[in-house]
């Protein structure tokens, strides 16, 4: 009786530690893509989230460790969408690609960015504050995975130029970054664009799935060696 009161006990204790902890992981994305790392502050973040300062250095110990965690998070959210889509192709190792596949892994691959950062905006604009600090922070956060995902990457690049579907004078790795930069590049230029276009329509679900449509058809032209 006394251990099933413990149990019970710490159930509510557990559940409302996860409710803090979400409260200020999302705080923390509002101020983190708001702001950057450098410019986002403890306080206001956990006045936003609604608890006390000393609470996030208990969960998360200091500013870093609050944003390594949401980076993880981040990866493990990304990842979870795009290792099966290589895995799907790859597999063993066995069979031929085919140029369906690298069609195939192209769109899926480009799809799934651009839906991530469709339904998370706020980390195409972390990942921005990233690339203006020099990706400082993001290079001191641990992969949330220890699946190589750009050697593998890289080995349906090569298998796809070895059986003549990928062009050969393509270097893999530039070919590689420039396809995963595209989408995150289109998403934090959208106020621009609609600067530069006053009278087309960016941000409805309607456009960015035409972008999405337009971006992936643009790399595989300039991709396969036969189109």
């Not at 403890?42 to 980076?71: C, P, Q, S, T, W």
């Not at 020099?134 to 690049?157: D, H, K, Q």
């Not at 930069?181 to 035409?210: C, G, W, Y």
Request: hydrophobic share 45%; glycine share 6%.
């Amino acid at each position: 009786m006394i251990e099933e009161r413990k149990q019970t006990d710490k159930r509510p204790r557990e559940r409302d530690s996860e409710v803090a902890r979400e409260a200020i992981l999302h705080a923390a994305e509002e101020a983190f893509a708001a702001h950057g790392f450098s410019g986002a502050r403890v306080d206001a973040i956990a006045e936003a989230a609604g608890y006390n300062k000393a609470l996030i250095f208990h969960y998360f110990g200091d500013k870093l460790g609050l944003y390594r965690a949401l980076m993880s998070r981040t990866k493990e959210q990304l990842f979870a969408r795009l290792i099966p889509n290589v895995e799907h192709v790859l597999g063993d190792g066995t069979r031929d690609v085919t140029a369906a596949d690298v069609r195939a892994f192209a769109a899926d691959t480009i799809g799934m960015v651009f839906d991530f950062y469709a339904e998370h905006p706020n980390n195409a604009r972390i990942l921005a504050w990233e690339a203006a600090e020099g990706w400082r922070m993001f290079s001191v956060c641990a992969p949330a995975t220890p699946y190589n995902w750009s050697g593998r990457v890289r080995e349906l690049i090569a298998r796809g130029q070895a059986a003549g579907i990928v062009r050969r004078d393509l270097d893999p790795v530039i070919l590689f970054t420039t396809v995963m930069s595209l989408p995150l590049i289109h998403f934090v230029s959208l106020p621009r664009f609609q600067l530069m276009f006053p009278d087309t329509e960016f941000t409805t679900p309607a456009a960015l799935a035409h972008a999405c449509e337009q971006i992936t058809e643009l790399v595989l032209r300039g991709t396969l060696a036969h189109n």
